[in-house]
């Protein structure tokens, strides 16, 4: 009877450690276009168009700007994004790499 009952509490414990029926809670990335590269777009938080022209991308990096590659799956959205747009990237995980990277869950463009 012991080991049913040890049983038993293994398993709430497993159901509710797991989360069921949780939602995840995605992030949220605003920023410019800095580079394309085939399936990746990167974002940089917090810098103009202004800003933005003039340096190259190791300039940029070596500012310690917030960066992030997104992997974009879906080829028409690929092709709309242009370097110098400001867009809003939601996601979940980050590799913890400088710049991150990361897979977009949805993409939209932002009014400057």
């Known amino acids: 009877m012991k080991k049913l009952g040890a049983l ?4 709430v414990f497993l159901f509710v450690g797991c989360g069921l029926g949780e939602e995840t ?3 949220e990335m605003t920023g410019l276009i800095a580079e394309k590269q085939e399936s990746q777009i990167l974002v940089i938080e917090n ?6 022209d003039p340096l190259d991308l190791d300039e940029v ?3 310690g700007y917030g960066a992030i ?3 974009v799956e879906e080829q028409g959205l690929l092709n709309n994004l242009h370097v110098g747009d400001k867009v809003l990237v939601e996601y979940d ?7 991150g990277q990361s897979k977009a869950i949805s993409i939209s463009k932002v009014d400057k």
């Open 69 to 71: 590659w997104f992997e």
């Open 61 to 63: 990096l070596n500012e």
């Open 93 to 99: 995980i980050v590799l913890e790499s400088y710049p």
């Open 25 to 27: 809670k995605l992030s």
């Open 8 to 11: 038993f509490l293994v398993f």
């Open 47 to 52: 810098m103009t168009k202004d800003q933005l």
